[in-house]
C-alpha cells in the first residue's frame, strides 16, 4: 500500500465526465487511439501503448508533457482515480508489469480524512493499459472525443500550426452540431450548425477554456480561410453580416463573435493563412455575390455609403473581426471607388464645334450660369466643358463630373439636350466644386440647395440670354 496524498475532497468541481476525459486524454497521447467497452464489472478504458511507469501514476511525471500534447500536467489518471472513488465507484490499473488497485485511506492528520492510495502487484499486462471502473456503467462520453466519430461526419480539414509529433489539421464537424474540441477532446457547446475541432491554442489547467479566448477565436479563423467549398462559405457570410439577418436583431449563431481574421499568422510552410483566401479569391466571390447579390459590396468605411450608394450599389457590414482578411477576396466600397475613378480619367472633352447648335446653346448658358454663381458666391469661375463620360460603375450611367485636379466640370452631351437636364447636372456638379464634399454627403446637400436657389434668382433676374433654349 501507498498513500499518494491528495484527500478525497480534492477537486470537487470533477465528476465522472471530467474523470473519464483524463484517462482518454493519457491514451490519446500515448497512441492517438483508444477502445472501451463494458463487461461485467463496469466500463473500462484501454490502450496499446507503451504502458505507464507505476511513480507516474502516483506521483505524476517528472516533468511537464510538451506544448503539442493534449495533456499538459501528467496527474490526469490519479485525479480521475480519485473522482471516481468518491463517486462510488472502484478503480483498478493494468498496464506493463503492474497491476493497482486505487482505494481511499482512512489517516489522521488533524483529524480523519481520506487521502488517495494504492495497492500494486507485479502483474498486469504485456502491452498498454487498462483502466477499469468497477462498478460504473454510465455514458462513456464516446461522442466527446473526436476520434469516434465518423469520418464522413468531418466536412472540412485544414492545416493548424501544430506539428508535432504530426502535422495536425483543424476539422469542421457537421454532427454532432455545436461544439468545440480541443485537440480532439470536447471542451464546451457553442450556437453553431457544426462543430470545431481545433488545434492551436492553450487549454487551461481544468480543460475548461483556453488560456487566452483570443487563441481559440483565431484558431476559428485559420480554419475558415482555408475552406474551399462555396457552399460553406455562403453559411458563413450569411452569419457573420452586420445587421443579422434575422428579422429579431438577434445572431443564433456564435460565429459572428468569434471567428478571428484579423491576425492569423503563418502557415508551418511560412504561407500566411490570409494568403489561402486570396488563392481562393474567386470562390470568396461566388459566395459573397450568391449571399448578398451582385451589386453588394463589403463596407469597410461608412462615410463612403453615399459614395457607394450614388453608384447604385449596398454597402454590407461584416462582423469587425472578420472585415480586413474579407476586403482582400471580395468586392468593398474603397475598390468600387477606385474602379469608378479610373474609368472617369478616361473622360474625352468633345470641342464645342462637334456639338449640333442646341447643345452648343445650351453649353454656353450652362457656362454663363456658372460664371454668375461662382462669382456671385465668392469663387473663381469654373471651366465647363462637353465630354464623353464612362460610366462611374458597371450599373450607372454617367451624367456630368467635375475634375477635382483640373477643377473643371464635364458635362454629357446627351444632358445638352434639353435645358433641364443641363441644369440638374451642372447645379449637382457646381456642389462638388464649391462645397469639397463627395456625392450625397451632407456638405453636398446643402450645397446643392444653395446653388439652386442662386439659378432661380438669376433666372428670375433675366440674367441669362434663354434664346434657342428647348427645355
Known amino acids: 500500500m501507498v498513500i499518494i496524498g491528495p484527500t478525497s475532497t480534492w477537486r470537487q468541481d470533477w465528476g465522472m465526465w471530467e474523470a473519464i476525459r483524463d484517462i482518454i486524454q493519457n491514451s490519446l497521447d500515448e497512441c492517438e487511439t483508444y477502445d472501451w467497452g463494458y463487461d461485467d464489472q463496469g466500463l473500462y478504458i484501454s490502450d496499446t501503448g507503451r504502458g505507464i511507469a507505476v511513480e507516474n501514476i502516483l506521483l505524476g511525471p517528472p516533468k511537464l508533457k510538451p506544448d503539442y500534447a493534449r495533456g499538459r500536467f501528467g496527474e490526469g489518471m490519479k485525479i480521475a482515480a480519485l473522482v471516481i472513488l468518491r463517486e462510488g465507484y472502484r478503480v483498478r490499473i493494468e498496464t506493463v508489469g503492474r497491476e493497482l488497485h486505487m482505494a481511499f485511506v482512512t489517516t489522521e492528520v488533524d483529524g480523519h480524512v481520506e487521502q488517495l492510495g494504492a495497492l500494486w502487484r507485479p502483474d498486469g499486462t504485456n502491452r498498454g493499459t487498462v483502466f477499469h471502473i468497477e462498478g460504473y456503467f454510465g455514458p462513456a462520453y464516446e461522442d466527446h472525443f473526436v476520434t469516434n466519430i465518423p469520418a464522413e461526419a468531418i466536412i472540412h480539414e485544414g492545416v493548424s500550426t501544430v506539428t508535432e509529433p504530426v502535422q495536425r489539421y483543424n476539422q469542421l464537424i457537421a454532427h454532432p452540431a455545436g461544439r468545440i474540441y480541443a485537440r480532439d477532446i470536447y471542451m464546451r457547446d457553442i450556437n453553431s450548425p457544426w462543430s470545431y475541432n481545433l488545434w492551436g491554442f492553450e487549454m487551461a489547467p481544468d480543460r475548461h477554456a483556453p488560456t487566452d479566448e483570443r487563441d481559440l477565436h483565431r484558431e476559428m479563423g485559420r480554419l475558415w480561410a482555408t475552406v474551399r467549398d462555396t457552399a460553406l462559405l455562403q453559411q458563413f457570410l450569411s452569419m457573420v453580416q452586420y445587421p443579422p439577418a434575422q428579422p429579431w436583431g438577434e445572431y443564433p449563431w456564435d460565429e459572428y463573435s468569434m471567428v478571428d481574421m484579423t491576425s492569423m499568422g503563418w502557415m508551418p510552410d511560412g504561407t500566411p493563412y490570409s494568403h489561402m483566401m486570396v488563392a481562393a479569391k474567386e470562390l470568396w466571390q461566388s459566395a459573397w455575390r450568391s449571399t448578398f447579390g451582385d451589386n453588394v459590396v463589403l463596407r469597410t468605411n461608412a462615410r463612403l ?167
Open 305 to 471: 455609403d453615399n459614395i457607394v450608394r450614388h453608384l447604385d450599389y449596398v454597402p454590407q457590414s461584416v462582423a469587425w473581426a472578420v472585415e480586413p482578411a474579407l476586403a482582400k477576396v471580395v468586392p468593398t466600397d474603397q475598390t468600387l471607388i477606385k474602379e469608378s475613378q479610373d474609368r472617369l480619367r478616361d473622360a474625352k472633352v468633345v470641342p464645342d464645334d462637334e456639338l449640333d447648335e442646341v447643345q452648343r446653346r445650351h453649353l454656353e448658358l450652362a457656362r454663363n450660369i456658372g460664371d454668375k454663381v461662382c462669382t456671385h458666391l465668392g469663387y473663381a469661375d469654373t471651366p465647363i466643358h462637353a465630354a464623353f463620360i464612362p460610366p462611374a460603375s458597371d450599373r450607372t450611367r454617367t451624367a456630368g463630373m467635375y475634375n477635382r485636379v483640373t477643377r473643371e466640370i464635364l458635362i454629357s452631351p446627351d444632358r445638352l439636350t434639353k435645358a433641364r437636364y443641363m441644369i440638374d447636372t451642372l447645379i449637382h456638379e457646381l456642389a462638388h466644386r464649391l462645397s469639397g464634399e463627395d456625392d450625397l454627403t451632407e456638405g453636398h446637400s446643402s450645397m446643392m440647395t444653395e446653388v439652386a436657389a442662386e439659378v432661380v434668382s438669376l433666372v428670375q433676374r433675366g440674367q441669362f440670354d434663354m434664346r434657342g433654349v428647348l427645355w
